[in-house]
């Protein structure tokens, strides 16, 4: 072989090597990055709702994102995580002990005190200046370094654990009036590494952010601040209700805050079975239009969206609310996909992710019939009666390992009760009253499209999904 034809075929091995050798992304090819975080979202929570919405053969919306994961939840101190340690590590990439928020591993959880005149809990903020631990640099706060517009948008409130994992670092979740302030630029206690604050927060209940009146807001803040007043001032528009929400301008620079009282008894925005669609935003028109606002940024943006009222639910064991509220955080997918798409065709550079961030104990139940309601009663695949206990009683489809709903005597079931929206599903371990079943230690899925996505596969830690977005993003 003579000397030109040597360097052909070096060149062609070259070629063919490169071809078959497995592709690497360039960091920092996703300028935009949304990140869909569904509070307890579960995979039974995820069939059971693709089932109740689109039957066996259906399919969500997240669940047509090309790469997925299955996702380790554990906490610093704990086989089964909260929601402030799993979101810190997704925001971080730092392993914290439940309860603590975006702080580093020698954080202590140290729970907030009531406040002596006022009477109002966790009020007073009990986290040392000094002495246990420090924050951790979040995902947000590495966008606003890099020059990008900032969002985070959720239906439980503001300042509960997964968005404020996003914006504030705390030794305890519930801080809340403490979390409130570091949003707040340029105020006593502002977290100075949001610069000129995030663009667009939006969600439930403004107590936290208003200050205390004895008669109007007893739950308010003790220190007389009104957040909401010094965020105005800082340019940004206020709307508390769809009419505003609606109103609001989406042009470059444009700041919101979106604060709903609509279920302010609860703490947090509406579920969508009980959303009144004339009054309070979906998650997707909410999803929409922060898109709308942070897509105008030449840099790029990064958002948080969370369907936080999904967790609420099954803590409750109610069932029909947290699928209701499952299919209302998958809509939001749909809508931010179908927007960026037009933004950003094929998702070039952007990077969307889509996960949980820890388990229930929800459990589907028995060898149910194909077609029958999953909110309903469990019928035998064979001859279409209800499937029944030791003792001839019927039962449900989807169950709890613990909560409240535990008879002493089981009696026999009737559909039209356990497909109410208010049913509490039964449970196996009786915990106490509505609201104490507790979160599940299994995995969780993930999902993801876009920029750089390839590289989520695998069963990966929380932290690991930080480093990812971070490398995709060139953060």
């Given at each position: 072989m003579n000397i030109k034809h040597s360097l052909i075929a070096a060149a062609l091995t070259t070629t063919l090597a490169a071809t078959l050798a497995p592709q690497a992304f360039a960091a920092g090819e996703a300028k935009n990055v949304i990140f869909f975080l569904g509070d307890g979202m579960g995979p039974v929570t995820i069939t059971a709702s693709r089932i109740w919405k689109y039957k066996e053969e259906g399919q969500l919306a997240m669940e047509t994102l090309p790469y997925t994961a299955r996702v380790k939840t554990y906490s610093l101190d704990a086989q089964?995580?909260?929601?402030?340690?799993?979101?810190?590590?997704?925001?971080t990439g730092v392993k914290t002990r439940n309860d603590?928020?975006?702080?580093?591993?020698?954080t202590f959880a140290k729970a907030p005190g009531k406040d002596a005149t006022t009477g109002v809990s966790a009020a007073v903020d009990n986290c040392p200046a000094t002495g246990n631990g420090?924050?951790?640099?979040?995902?947000?706060?590495?966008?606003?370094?890099?020059?990008?517009?900032?969002?985070?948008?959720?239906?439980?409130?503001?300042?509960?654990?997964?968005?404020?994992?996003?914006?504030?670092h705390s030794c305890h979740r519930d801080a809340e009036y403490n979390i409130a302030r570091q949003a707040v630029p340029g105020g006593a206690g502002a977290n100075a590494a949001l610069g000129n604050g995030v663009d667009?927060?939006?969600?439930?209940?403004?107590?936290?952010?208003?200050?205390?009146?004895?008669?109007?807001?007893?739950?308010?803040?003790?220190?007389?601040?009104?957040?909401?007043?010094?965020?105005?001032?800082?340019?940004?528009?206020?709307?508390?209700?769809?009419?505003?929400?609606?109103?609001?301008?989406?042009?470059?620079?444009?700041?919101?805050?979106?604060?709903?009282?609509?279920?302010?008894?609860?703490?947090?925005?509406?579920?969508?079975?009980?959303?009144?669609?004339?009054?309070?935003?979906?998650?997707?028109?909410?999803?929409?239009?922060?898109?709308?606002?942070?897509s105008k940024n030449a840099n790029g943006f990064f958002l948080m969206v969370e369907g936080g009222r999904i967790d609420h639910a099954l803590h409750g064991t109610n069932a029909a609310r947290a699928l209701a509220d499952t299919i209302a955080f998958d809509d939001a997918i749909k809508a931010a996909l179908d927007k960026m798409n037009t933004i950003d065709p094929g998702l070039a550079n952007t990077l969307i992710v889509v996960t949980a961030d820890h388990d229930h104990t929800m459990a589907f139940n028995g060898y149910g019939k194909r077609g029958s309601d999953p909110l309903g009663l469990s019928i035998n695949y064979a001859n279409g009666a209800p499937n029944t206990d030791v003792?001839?009683?019927?039962?449900?489809?989807?169950?709890?390992?613990?909560?409240?709903?535990?008879?002493?005597?089981?009696?026999?079931?009737?559909?039209?009760?356990?497909?109410?929206?208010?049913y509490l599903q039964e449970v196996a371990v009786r915990r106490g009253t509505p609201g104490s079943e507790t979160h599940g230690g299994g995995d969780v899925m993930l999902f993801a499209t876009g920029a750089a996505s390839k590289t989520f596969k695998g069963t990966i830690d929380n932290t690991k999904v930080f480093?990812?977005?971070?490398n995709a993003a060139g953060y």
């Open positions: 089964t995580t909260d929601s402030a340690p799993s979101m810190a590590a997704y925001m603590v928020l975006s702080m580093d591993g020698n420090g924050p951790s640099t979040t995902l947000l706060e590495l966008a606003i370094a890099k020059g990008k517009a900032t969002g985070v948008i959720s239906t439980a409130r503001l300042t509960h654990a997964t968005p404020g994992a996003t914006y504030a667009v927060m939006m969600g439930g209940v403004s107590n936290y952010w208003r200050p205390f009146d004895a008669t109007t807001r007893p739950k308010g803040r003790p220190d007389g601040r009104d957040l909401v007043a010094e965020l105005q001032a800082k340019g940004y528009n206020f709307v508390s209700d769809l009419s505003g929400f609606n109103s609001l301008p989406t042009t470059g620079g444009t700041k919101v805050i979106g604060l709903y009282d609509f279920a302010i008894a609860q703490g947090h925005m509406s579920y969508e079975l009980d959303r009144d669609p004339t009054k309070e935003p979906s998650l997707a028109q909410m999803a929409s239009k922060s898109i709308d606002i942070l003792n001839g009683n019927s039962y449900t489809t989807l169950v709890f390992g613990n909560g409240s709903n535990r008879v002493a005597t089981r009696a026999p079931l009737d559909a039209a009760t356990v497909t109410n929206k208010d480093t990812l977005v971070k």
